[in-house]
């Protein structure tokens, strides 16, 4: 039997997901944002919805596609930052569904 290797971005997109878009479970602070030399978020999501431009631009932050795991709180708020100013699990029946493990 030939097991077929699948990239990170094949296995995220199993994922479900019933998003809320008027409200975000996660908000950044864009101005705090810009203050933070090293920006561990950038790298530290595992779904990449950190992203930043070039160097001198600004963090954009896109809720969707969050996989809940809080990564970027940790990474964030350990480093002495401050500019995710909400972190929650999305309400009710929103979020991520996982469909493999
Ligand atoms: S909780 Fe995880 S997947 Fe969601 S934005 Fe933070 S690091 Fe990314
Ligand atoms: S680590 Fe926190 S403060 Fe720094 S860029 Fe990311 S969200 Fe903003």
């Known amino acids: 039997m030939t097991v ?13 997901f019933n998003a809320d878009e008027k ?5 950044i602070d864009k101005a705090l944002c810009a203050q933070c030399t090293d920006k561990p978020c950038l790298v ?16 954009t932050f896109d809720h969707l596609g ?4 809080g990564t970027c709180r940790i990474v964030c708020h ?11 699990y999305p309400v009710g029946t929103f979020g991520i569904s996982y469909r493999y493990g």
């Open 4 to 16: 077929k290797k699948q990239s990170v971005e094949d296995l995220l997109g199993y994922n479900k």
């Open 23 to 27: 409200n975000p479970h996660i908000v």
């Open 44 to 59: 530290a999501c595992p779904a990449v919805l950190y992203r930043q431009k070039g160097e001198n631009s600004e963090v």
């Open 66 to 69: 969050c996989l809940e795991c």
């Open 78 to 88: 350990n480093h002495g930052n401050k500019g995710i100013v909400k972190w929650d």
